[in-house]
Nanobody, 121 residues
């Protein structure tokens, strides 16, 4: 069984910064892509940023130049550094990871429980 444990959310003023962390816990053989998604009240969940095992990154246009995704493969952890935050960045941020528990097993997407980020104007 896999758990994605998130931390680092909170309340910040516009222009401020936050750093989210997400650690994959469990008997894991391998992790492929990892990423962050967010869901604002009344809206669908949307992609924020993803990173491959080799470090290739992809960002939503709305966060390019402000957010940076990174990962520590030995620690099975992904980070999201969020700078110059805006009120529209408010939402619940979810960690995602494609995880294989045994050799030869297909990668299965796993989700964290979500962490609230609130940016005040």
């Amino acid at each position: 069984q896999v758990q994605l444990v998130e931390s680092g959310g909170g309340l910040v003023q516009a222009g401020g910064s936050l750093r989210l962390s997400c650690a994959a816990v469990g008997n894991i053989f391998s992790i492929n892509a990892m990423g962050w998604y967010r869901q604002a009240p009344g809206k669908q969940r949307e992609l924020v940023a993803t990173i491959t095992r080799d470090g290739n990154t992809n960002y939503a246009d709305s966060v390019k130049g402000r957010f940076t995704i990174s990962r520590d493969n030995p620690k099975k952890t992904v980070y999201l550094q969020m700078n110059r935050l805006k009120p529209e960045d408010t939402g619940v941020y979810y960690c995602n990871a494609d995880v294989a528990l045994t050799p030869g097993m297909n990668y299965i997407p796993s989700w964290g429980q979500g962490t609230q980020v609130t940016v005040s104007s």
